[in-house]
């Protein structure tokens, strides 16, 4: 059968929540390791309509994510076709439908490296500035050696505490997400903060101003912990150090760390015989590059389909 003869027998289509089970299945054979409490978050955030499928005679073959974040800006993630089924055209028609979603915004991506060149050739170009790449790190993190004391902050800078999200006010977190993200994202952050399995812990000073969050959560292969900001190396080791006391002693995690980040990038040199960074992903752009005003603030963003 052709390539042609196949593709016209596919549909693609909009996802819904009990697409899920299958969803997961080729995220799996992508190796893109989540969990399903992790997907059903993000088609709850992106809505439906914006997370595509495709559906040969009843069995999920492919998919993509456009997340709308506001009127000029788009990211994309997840473009995974199923190994049978690539160079049939699958591809060019979820691409199609999603550009489609996406129309005249500015449209972002985390590329895998094998793919950046092709992306090149449709249009994107690679991001330049201070923060142009993402490392997909898995292993075990010694808790013993995150001492906050031995990481050099301004004098200045006020003594903080961790606190559960639920004893902060959600306002007030939003408001720091927002000074890192850029773009406020209330929903998303309504919705990542409250999955089932997932702890948030909150650094704050003294005034109760935010100086730093963190997301750890149970996965079918490590613990994520995604994301992890703060606005100080104390605080952001003192965050890192509370979530990992959340989960059991010598599990392994998985997180996007931020190259940019020298507290990650310590952490990494401490640990290197337990921790391995897996692959690098490039972040790419159709119309504007993107620039963190503090990428020291970002240990590790909190999904690949987000900017950060």
Known sequence: MSADDI???VIIRSARQDDIPGIYCLVEEAQFFTSKETLSAIMEYVGEENFIVAEHFGQLIGCRVA???NESTAFVGYFIVTKKYRGTKVAKRIARRILDIVGERNLLL??????????????????????????????KIDISKLRTGEVSDDASDPPIKILQKTDVDFESLFAYDTSIHGIPRKKCLEIWLTKPTCTTLVAVADDGAVKGYGVIQD?????SL????????AAMMSLLKALLETIPEGAEVEFFENPACSIAAKVLQDNKNSLTQLSEMKLMFSKENVVMPDPERVFGVAHPILPV
Request: hydrophobic share 45%.
């Open 226 to 233: 995604a994301p992890l900001y703060a606005e100080s190396s």
């Open 219 to 223: 996965a079918p292969h490590y613990f």
């Open 7 to 9: 593709s016209s027998d």
């Open 67 to 69: 997340v709308l974040l």
């Open 110 to 139: 985390w590329s895998v490296v094998e793919r950046v060149q092709t992306n090149m050739k449709l249009g994107m170009k690679l991001a330049s500035g201070n923060f142009k790449s993402i490392m997909v790190c898995t292993g």
